[in-house]
């Protein structure tokens, strides 16, 4: 049986994030237009710096910091962020990303993947229509980012 795109680009981006140096969740992203990889990218430190994987310690695991908290004491340019720095503009407007994220220590696949706060900022205004978040090896989540645009997650509600 053949396997479906959505599958098919998700192990790609699979593989993709088997570059990842982060020591605590690795993940894993790739824009397709028209059936075209416009560009990939993974978790892990900027060009030229040391990664935690060379250094053998997370900031972040070591100051105790929870998950999808204080990203700024991270080394890693998450993988949306390198994707996006990696392709045009013009390429990305109406294109799709797939991402998968996988748990650094297990090698588990997070199931609740998502992509952060300023991760969604730069998916908006790169111009990318939809974003594909594997769950399971054969399931997936796809995001129409328009919701993201009109459910504006930086506006806190009142109480």
């Known amino acids: 049986m053949r396997i479906d795109k959505e599958n098919y680009y998700l192990d790609i981006a699979e593989t993709v994030l088997e570059r990842g140096t982060c020591l605590r969740r690795n993940y894993g ?22 990664n935690c994987t060379s ?17 700024e004491l991270c080394r890693s340019v998450h993988a949306e962020a390198n994707a996006i ?34 991760c969604k900022r730069l998916i908006i205004n790169a111009g990318i229509t939809k974003v594909v978040i594997r769950r399971t090896k054969t399931t997936y989540s796809a995001i129409d980012v328009r919701d993201w ?11």
């Open 29 to 50: 992203a790739i824009i397709v237009k028209n059936d075209e990889i416009i560009s990939t990218g993974y978790s892990g430190a900027p060009r030229g710096r040391k």
């Open 55 to 71: 250094l053998k310690f997370c900031m972040r695991d070591k100051l105790n910091i929870p998950s999808g908290q204080r990203y």
């Open 85 to 118: 720095i990696s392709a045009p503009r013009h390429n990305m407007i109406g294109a799709t990303l797939y991402l998968v994220g996988r748990d650094a220590k297990t090698g588990e696949i997070n199931p609740d993947s998502d992509s952060c706060s300023m």
């Open 149 to 159: 645009i009109f459910n504006d997650d930086s506006l806190q509600e009142e109480f």
